[in-house]
């Protein structure tokens, strides 16, 4: 909304006046709109309530008819720490500080009183008792107390469905002209492509879309149709129909916030098994590409006997346990961290982090990306300023360069009003 507004109305808002330096609006927008979708990231859990609801507060659930205003009045509220809206029916529950973040129905939004300026969930590592034997345990194990949530730190639209990174980060895993078979099952036809647009660029601009491919996937006739995929199954094979064009993509980037390998972690599904690649180390690759590619993945594990497990929550069991624990009264989530044949696997977390760059709409040539597993032992950790640091500080260097041009600007004005005085005394 606030790029729909005149340049000049925008610059007023901020203090500056501009005359010659109009051309800096687009830029200036963009920065804004970074900012605005990095403001809130963390802060959210979709698909999570708290465990109990706070007592002795009449009205309580409120019937409210958006997440914000739940928010609000639990800020509101005295003794309100945390907050759950229920979209469908439109109740608020207020919830005290010491509830306990769980999974819940499709529709819900949990999240605190007050949303951090920067949230621990998007930058945070795990402490080395992690996963604990009790629920408590695990989430003590988190700078935010919490462990992170699906897509937590990714932006989202305002019904709640994943958005697309403004900085426009993609990458390219995997391509049939690298090598790669290509002839991926479950995908599904697209037959509205628009005037121009074409089948990797349907598959770029939707952020739950990780494979796309040109070629009729049924049978020999070789006619250029257009398939897209949230996951794709069964792409390694050798079998089947080669496409004329396929990529497997990368919405956004993501952290590895633990190593799980050893541990044999419950509700994982099978992708493909050890005998579709020649070596451990090639199958771990692909078996990481997967769920790097599929935004709703946190985990991937590859064993050297059954091959590659991933994290698929579109699958009746394909449903991991929230949080990770080893025991503690309940059925857990990791039965052993001692399993010597998983040999490879990461908890990851999908983000919208890093420099802007434009979408690869030019069909891409290069081998595939070479990428580094994190094998047992080791967390990667990140470096350098988060998204929202770097995205203020080339705003301010754009503020002063507004002030700078309107002061030059307003010198210049001065400096002839004063020459012509001396001209009007001579005369």
Avoid at 43 to 59: E, I, K, R, W
Avoid at 146 to 157: G, I, K, Y
Avoid at 409 to 420: F, L, P, T, V
Wanted: a neutral charge; one cysteine or more; hydrophobic letters at 35%.
């Amino acid at each position: 909304r606030f790029c729909e507004l005149p340049a000049s109305m925008i610059l007023r808002a901020l203090g500056v006046t501009l005359h010659s330096c109009q051309s800096a609006q687009v830029r200036l927008c963009l920065l804004l709109a970074v900012l605005s979708q990095s403001e809130q990231l963390g802060c959210y859990h979709y698909g999570f309530s708290y465990n109990t609801m706070l007592q002795n507060v009449p009205g309580n659930p409120f019937e409210v008819h958006s997440m914000s205003t739940c928010q609000r009045v639990c800020s509101d509220t005295p003794g309100c720490d945390k907050f759950v809206f229920y979209a469908a029916s439109q109740n608020c529950f207020l919830v005290a500080r010491d509830a306990i973040l769980q999974s819940a129905q499709p529709g819900t939004i949990a999240g605190p009183k007050t949303c951090p300026e920067v949230s621990e969930a998007c930058t945070g590592f795990p402490s080395a008792g992690y996963p604990g034997k009790t629920v408590a345990e695990s989430m003590e194990a988190w700078p935010s107390g919490e462990q992170p949530t699906s897509l937590q730190c990714w932006p989202r639209e305002s019904n709640g469905f994943p958005a697309r990174c403004l900085n426009a980060t993609l990458t390219i895993l995997e391509d049939t002209q690298s090598g790669w078979s290509g002839r991926c099952e479950g995908l599904k036809e697209i037959t509205d492509l628009k005037p121009g647009e074409t089948c990797q660029m349907r598959c770029m601009m939707a952020p739950l879309c990780s494979v796309w491919a040109e070629g009729s996937m049924s049978d020999s006739s070789r006619v250029a149709k257009c398939w897209n995929g949230v996951l794709g199954d069964k792409c390694n094979q050798q079998v089947g129909v080669q496409p004329l064009r396929a990529q497997r993509i990368q919405h956004g980037t993501y952290r590895v916030l633990a190593s799980i390998a050893g541990m044999k972690i419950q509700g994982l599904v099978q992708s493909f098994d050890s005998s579709a690649y020649s070596t451990w180390e090639e199958g771990a690759k692909h078996c990481q590409f997967e769920c790097r590619s599929f935004l709703a993945c946190q985990f991937w594990q590859y064993s050297i006997v059954y091959g590659c497990y991933i994290d698929d929550p579109r699958k009746g069991r394909g449903h991991v346990d929230y949080p990770l624990t080893t025991g503690g009264g309940r059925s857990p989530s990791v039965v052993t961290t001692k399993d010597a044949d998983i040999i490879a696997g990461e908890m990851i977390h999908h983000n919208c982090a890093g420099s802007t760059s434009p979408v690869p709409t030019a069909l891409p040539t290069e081998g595939l990306t070479q990428v580094e597993l994190v094998v047992r032992g080791k967390i990667a950790k990140e470096s350098g300023w988060p998204l929202w640091i770097k995205s203020l500080l080339v705003l301010t260097a754009g503020l002063c360069m507004q002030v700078t041009c309107t002061a030059v600007w307003m010198g210049y004005k001065d400096y002839k009003r004063r020459k012509g005085r001396g001209n009007n005394l001579m005369g």
